[in-house]
């Protein structure tokens, strides 16, 4: 009974946001109404352009597992690391970013996502041992960290790279 909620929520979402995909994508993308969806966006491809509603599916997504699967940890943690593979192999495939780095903090970040899901199988009835889980809970904290240690990295890296760009800038300007 639950699945197929789940798959009539979920078809009926998709059917719903794709629809509203194809209206709202008739006009171009640099019309000025759309402009801050498409930033940082290669509005060149149509795989790329997809990227705001297969951010929006995959959170319908979790938001149904969480609503209508409430006694089944096992179906959410399956069907939410499907997800996160899926939303991963996307960003491969389609690299909807204009900027290299971008693209790949996005797919650092969706991996991250993928290997905390798949860290959630040890805080359910298979593992009985508090101890162990609790040890577990490192390795979660580890890849939280990990990953929050990238985007602080990118961050920085941008950050210096603007702020090399503005003094040299700066520099050009004060010899003219």
């Not at 909620?5 to 171009?28: D, S």
Request: hydrophobic share 55%; net charge positive.
């Amino acid at each position: 009974m639950a699945c197929t909620q789940i798959l009539i929520y979920v078809a009926l979402v998709a059917f719903i946001i794709f629809a509203a995909h194809k209206v709202f994508y008739k006009k171009a993308p640099n019309h000025i109404e759309y402009k801050t969806l498409f930033t940082s966006l290669r509005i060149d491809k149509k795989s790329a352009l997809a990227f705001d509603i297969m951010f929006l599916m995959r959170r319908f997504l979790v938001i149904s597992l969480i609503t209508l699967l409430i006694e089944q940890s096992l179906a959410q943690i399956y069907l939410y690391l499907l997800a996160s593979l899926l939303s991963l192999l996307y960003l491969i495939l389609a690299m909807p970013f204009e900027s290299r780095i971008l693209g790949y903090s996005e797919i650092a970040n969706e991996i991250g996502i993928a290997l905390t899901s798949y860290t959630l199988f040890w805080f359910t009835d298979y593992v009985t041992d508090p101890e162990q889980e609790f040890n577990h809970g490192w390795s979660v904290v580890l890849v939280i960290l990990l990953v929050v240690l990238w985007n602080v990295g990118v961050f920085f890296l941008a950050l210096f790279y603007k702020i090399k760009l503005f003094v040299k800038r700066w520099y050009k300007r004060r010899e003219h």
